[in-house]
């Protein structure tokens, strides 16, 4: 569960980016964060992940104040989180399984435990083929299935995708949405920062909808 409580977020230029943003997404819903670039959705997504502390209001994950979390308690916050970035943030010296090896490494996990896990989410991103490629060898499509993969090889309960189709041409963004929709039906909770209206429409999920820092719609759209 991620719930936000009269959420407004200032930065120290005095630019106020969200104004009292109020918003409950329960376990396991596919949710679209839309709105036009500039609009407060990264910020919504970054203060989740707690890289950034918000100038009024609370925010809970699960049972976490997250804005109340003191610096040793973040990496547990982090745990039950996937963060996919609008820039990937590939390591380039790495290869595709490596990448994805990444985030169990950090969890001090076992090789043996790794290795079968990096095995298994090749699998769910179709890249068993390239898995001892190097980014430079893969098309951005290939490049985002791979960050896609790193973000949920550590069994977050919650993943965070910025604009994950914003450099792709629309058969790609449509197969990493569907990638993600099928991650959802794991029982994962998917909350994705986009601007492709057509996108959104053809999905059928719940929408937020931001504009100017302002929660201007939530919409529950019913199958």
Do not use: C
């Amino acid at each position: 569960m991620v719930r936000f409580e009269n959420v407004s977020k200032t930065f120290p230029n005095r630019k106020q980016a969200l104004y009292s943003v109020n918003f409950t997404i329960d376990d396991g819903e596919f949710v679209f964060l839309v709105g036009p670039s500039g609009a407060g959705k990264t910020t919504i997504l970054r203060l989740i992940f707690r890289e950034l502390i918000p100038t009024g209001g609370s925010i809970f994950v699960d049972a976490l104040e997250v804005n109340k979390l003191k610096s040793k308690e973040v990496p547990y916050l982090r745990r039950k989180i996937g963060y996919i970035f609008q820039d990937f943030k590939i390591l380039h010296s790495r290869t595709v399984a490596e990448n994805i090896a990444v985030t169990l490494e950090i969890l001090d996990k076992k090789k043996e435990e790794i290795d079968e896990k990096v095995k298994d989410i090749l699998k769910i991103i179709n890249l068993e083929d390239k898995k001892d490629y190097f980014p430079v060898q893969l098309s951005l499509g290939e490049i985002q299935r791979v960050a896609i993969g790193r973000a949920v090889v550590g069994d977050a309960d919650i993943i965070l995708a910025d604009e994950p189709t914003g450099n792709l041409d629309p058969k790609t963004s449509w197969d990493i949405v569907k990638l993600l929709g099928n991650i959802n039906k794991t029982g994962k909770t998917i909350i994705m920062a986009t601007h492709n209206i057509d996108m959104v429409s053809s999905m059928k999920k719940r929408v937020l909808a931001v504009s100017g820092g302002k929660l201007v719609k939530t919409e529950k759209i019913v199958y």
